[in-house]
C-alpha cells in the first residue's frame, strides 16, 4: 500500500522535476490511500494558483485512489507522532494513516526525511 503526502501529489500535477519519482505510486490507484488532509491541501492549493476547475479535476484523479478521514484512532495516533516527531497536524496525520495501513509513505517534505517507512526524494529546483 502507498500514501503520497501533498507535497509529492502536486509535484506530480505539475509535472514537476520530482514527478517521475511518484508516478508509480500515483498511478497504482488499486494500492493508493488518500487521507482527506492531502486532498484538502492539494485542492486548495490548486485552487488558487489554477483555479476551480483543475483543482476538480486533480481532485477526481485524488478520488479514484481510497479516501480516508482522521477518524478518533488516527488522531490520537497522530498527536503522538506529532510529538514524537515535532512534525505539524497536517505531517502527523498523514504519517498516521500510512503506519495505520503499512503503507510507504512517498514525499519530498523535508520533515519526513529519514523516517521508517518513508521512500523521500529532496527537492529538485525547476529549471
Known amino acids: 500500500m502507498n500514501v503520497v503526502d501533498s507535497s ?24 493508493l ?24 479535476d486533480d ?3 485524488m478520488g479514484r485512489a481510497t479516501v480516508i478521514g482522521l477518524d478518533m484512532q488516527l ?11 515535532k512534525l505539524p497536524l497536517a505531517d502527523a496525520a ?5 503506519q495505520a495501513y503499512r503503507a510507504t509513505l512517498w514525499t519530498q517534505d523535508a520533515d519526513f526525511q529519514g523516517v521508517d517507512g518513508v521512500q523521500y526524494i529532496s ?5
Not at 527537492?123 to 529549471?127: T, Y
Open 75 to 85: 488522531a490520537l495516533k497522530a498527536a503522538k507522532i506529532s510529538l514524537e516527531l
Open 8 to 31: 509529492a501529489w502536486l509535484e506530480y500535477f505539475a509535472a514537476g522535476p520530482n514527478a517521475e519519482f511518484f508516478t508509480p505510486a500515483i498511478e497504482d490507484v488499486e494500492r
Open 33 to 56: 490511500i488518500v487521507p482527506s488532509i492531502v486532498l484538502y491541501e492539494v485542492f486548495k492549493r490548486i485552487l488558487q494558483q489554477r483555479g476551480e476547475r483543475q483543482a476538480l
Open 123 to 127: 527537492r529538485r529546483p525547476v529549471h
Open 94 to 98: 498523514i504519517l498516521a494513516a500510512a
Open 59 to 61: 481532485a477526481g484523479q
